[in-house]
């Protein structure tokens, strides 16, 4: 079993930053060899992959790059996504994810809502 526990959303202006984190609770040594994911669902539409960093490098949506970094803090097994630049299309709640043993977990979520 996987815990996942996101943080930092909320309300910002077109144009702002957010920076969200994931605690995963798991071994030191699972979550460094992990693969740690960020996805999002906006209402009426379907969850979609943002971010996702590995021992491989880091990837990202075509609808993210340039304005999204994800990034980790293994010593604290944790997952950041700093967002920039931000737009009312990109909200949503934000989802952490990892896939441990065949099976996937997911965080509870966190609302970013980009408005003015």
């Known amino acids: 079993q996987v815990q996942l526990v996101e943080s930092g959303g909320g309300l910002v202006q077109p144009g702002g930053s957010l920076r969200l984190s994931c605690v995963a609770a798991v071994s030191r040594f699972t979550f460094i060899t992990s693969a740690m994911s960020w996805y999002r669902q906006a209402p009426g539409k379907e969850r979609e992959l943002v971010a996702v960093t590995s021992n491989f490098g880091n990837n990202y949506a075509d609808s993210v790059k340039g304005r999204f970094t994800i990034s980790r803090d293994n010593a604290k097994n944790t997952v950041y996504l700093q967002m920039s630049s931000l737009k009312p299309e990109d909200t949503a709640v934000y989802y952490c994810?990892?896939?441990?043993?065949?099976?996937?977990?997911w965080g509870q979520g966190t609302q970013v809502t980009v408005s003015s």
């Open positions: 994810s990892t896939t441990k043993s065949g099976n996937t977990y």
